[in-house]
DNA sequence: ACATAAGCGAGACGGTACGTCTCGTCTTCTG
DNA sequence: CAGAAGACGAGACGTACCGTCTCGCTTATGT
C-alpha cells in the first residue's frame, strides 16, 4: 500500500503543543479551549482533532512532553538519598510555577476518571515502576527496615499531593527529608 | 432596618441540592450541568443561580452538605482501631457511588485555594485536628512507635486519596488495615 | 358593602405614568420593561400589575394622558384653516422631541393588533370623529369640492404618517398646506 | 486572495427564512423567537445569528424576500388602470395572512431609519419611482387633472397603509377605485 | 379602639428567550 | 491529499424580564 499524499508536518504537532502549554498556564484546564489551541497555533480546529481525538488527549500529551518526563530519577546506589531527590522535584514543581499547571492538572485528573487513568498509566506508572525494585533491593540490603512494599513506594508522593492540592499545608524545603527519616529510616538497631 | 420581600424557600435550597446530588452521581461532574440541576429540581434557572455564583459554588456546596459531614470519628480507646475506622469511611466514600462526586469536588479544591482552605477547615482539618492529640497520647502511652506526628496524622488519608484521585490503583478493602499496620504499628519490642 | 382597606394612592399612578413616558423616550418601547417602569417610579412591580394588565395598557395610557391629548382642533368657522392647523401640530409631534415616541408607540400599533385596536378607538377615532361632520358642512356650504368624505377625512393623517413612518420622505414645514392646497382645493371654479 | 474556509450553505437561509415566514404567519412577530426559529429550520441558533444580528433584520429580510418583491407593476397604457391593480395588489397583501407580516415589518421600519432607508429605497421607493413618470404622462395627456405630482405619487399607498396599520378601518374591495376616483379623476371637463 | 382588609416596596419564584461560546464534525479552497 | 479557514447542529452558559406569589409593613374604614 504504502502513504499517499501529503506527510504530516511535525511543526504542526510541536506549535499544537506548545500552544496548549501556554495556555495550561495562563488560563487553567478549564478555560482551555481546543479553538483556542488551535487559533494560537495558528492552525485548523480539524488538524488538531486528526491528531488528538479529545481536549483529555492533548492535554495528557502536553503534560507529559512538557513537565512530567522531565523528572530526573537518579541512581546513585544511596536508595534514601535517591528517594529524596525525587520528591525534592516534585515539590518544587508542586511549589513553583509549573505547579500552578500541575494543580490545574492534577486537579482535572481528579474530577475525570478517563484522564487520571490514561495520565495515571503513562506518566505516574512509570516512576513508581522504576521505584519499586529499588526499595525491594534496599528492603534486603538491609538499608531501609522491610515493610508494605506497595504502600512505601507511594507514600512519598501521597504525601507532596496530599498537601498541595487538598490539605493545603505548606510544602517546606525540609519536607523530602522529613518523609524519608519517618518512612525509611536507617536501620540503626 | 431588617429583611425585606419574600423570603427564600429553604425548600427551594433542597431540592437543588438533591439534585445536584443526584444528577452528580448519574451523570458525572463534567456532564452535570445547571439547567439540568434546574429541570430535575423543578426550578428555574436563576433561582438557581441566586444562591451560587457557579456550577463549582454548587457542587462544593452540595458535596459538604451530603457527603462529608457524614464521617463520625469513633473514640473506642484503641487509637488502632479508631483510625482504621475512620479510614474505612473515607474508603466507602472514595470507592462508592460518592466516591465519584468526592473526586468532583476535590478537583475542585485544588484549583481554588479559598475554597480549599474552607473546605479543609471544615471538614478535613476537623478530623486531623481531632486525631492529632489522639496520636501524641497514643505514642506516650507506647501504643505505637514514636515520630512526626504531623506527617503521620496525615498518612492514611494521604494514602487514600492519591490511590483514589491520582494514581488510580485499587481501593481495596484491606487497604486501611495494612495502612495501619505499616504507619502505627503495635509496639513490639 | 362599600369599600374596605387601604385605598390606592394616587401619586402612585403618577409617578408610574412619568416613569412609563420617560423611558419611552430614553428607550423607545421595545427596550421599555414593566421591571425598569417599576424600578424608576420606586415602586413594586405588584403595584404596576394592580394597575395595568400589560407593557401594552400601560404604555397607551401613559401616551393617551402625555402625548395625544395634548393635540388642539381649533373651529376658527374656517375648514381649510382648521384642517392646516390640526396637521402641522400632528407632524411638529411626529418631527420632534415627541416625535421618537410616537414612532415608538406607532411603530408598536403597526405590529401589535391589540394595541392598534384600543389606540385607534381611544384617541385616533376621536379626531377623525370630530373633523369628519365639519367636513361634510363645509362641501356643503361650498367651500370644497364635494367628495368621498371617508377618504378625505384621513388623507391629511395618512399621508403625514406615511411620510414619516414609511416611505421616510421629508416632513418639510409646507406639507400641511400643500395637502390642503392638494386635496381641499377652495372651489373656483 | 478570494474566499478561505468553508462557504455558507444557501440552502440553509432558505431554510432560515421560510421558518421565520411559517412563525410570523402562525405565531406574529412577538411570539416569533430565533430559538424557534432555528429548531424550526433545523439549524443552530449560532447559524441564524451568523446572518442576522437580530430578530428584526431577520424578519426584515423575509419580508423583503418573500413578500414585497412578488408585487408586479402592470403597464397598460391606462394609467387609472395600473394604479388601481397595484394598489389592489398591496391590499390583498395587507388583508390577507401575509398582512399580519406586513404589519410587523412596517412596525420595524418606523423604529429603525436606516432600516427604514433601505427599505423605502429598496423596495417602496421602486414602485413609486415607476409610478411617478407615468403619473406626469398622463396629465400631460389631461388623463388626470395637473397637481401636486409628489403627494399624488404617494396618496394611494399612505391611505391604505393608514387604514391598515393606524386607523384600524377596514379595507374594503372597491378602495382602491375609491382611491383612483377620488385622487385621479377622470378629466371630464 | 381596633380588628379587618387592601395597598405597598421588596424581592423570590418558575419560566422563556436572549445572544454568546465551545464542542466535535463537515466542507471548501490552497499549496 | 494535508492543512487553514471556518460553517455547521447541538446545546450549555449566565442574564434579563415576564407575570405571579409571598413577606412585613402602612393606612383607611366600619363596627
Redesign the interface.
Known amino acids: 500500500m504504502g502513504r499517499v499524499g501529503r506527510p504530516r508536518d511535525p511543526h504542526v504537532d510541536e506549535a499544537i503543543l506548545s500552544a496548549a502549554v501556554d495556555l495550561l498556564i495562563e488560563e487553567?484546564f478549564?478555560r482551555l479551549s481546543i479553538e483556542g489551541v488551535a487559533a494560537r497555533a495558528g492552525v485548523g480546529k480539524a488538524t488538531v482533532y486528526r491528531r488528538w481525538e479529545s481536549k483529555t488527549a492533548l492535554v495528557v500529551d502536553a503534560i507529559k512532553e512538557r513537565l512530567v518526563s522531565s523528572i530526573e530519577i537518579p541512581e546513585t546506589g544511596d536508595f534514601r538519598a535517591d528517594v529524596e531527590a525525587v520528591l525534592t522535584q516534585i515539590l518544587v514543581r508542586l511549589r513553583g510555577m509549573e505547579g500552578q499547571v500541575w494543580?490545574?492538572v492534577?486537579?482535572?485528573?481528579?474530577?475525570?476518571?478517563e484522564l487520571?487513568?490514561v495520565f495515571?498509566?503513562r506518566s505516574?506508572?512509570s516512576g513508581?515502576a522504576e521505584m519499586r525494585p529499588r526499595l525491594e533491593a534496599a528492603m534486603e540490603r538491609g538499608d531501609v527496615p522491610p515493610?508494605?512494599v506497595?504502600?512505601?513506594s507511594?507514600?512519598g508522593?501521597?504525601?507532596l499531593?496530599?498537601?498541595a492540592?487538598?490539605?493545603?499545608?505548606p510544602l517546606d524545603d525540609d519536607l523530602p527529608a522529613?518523609?524519608v527519616?519517618?518512612?525509611f529510616p536507617r536501620e540503626t538497631r
Open positions: 487553567g478549564a494543580r490545574a492534577v486537579g482535572e485528573l481528579v474530577k475525570n476518571e487520571a487513568h495515571s498509566q505516574m506508572a513508581r515493610g508494605d506497595e504502600l512505601l507511594d507514600v508522593v501521597a504525601v499531593h496530599h498537601r492540592l487538598i490539605s493545603g499545608e522529613r518523609i527519616n519517618q518512612f
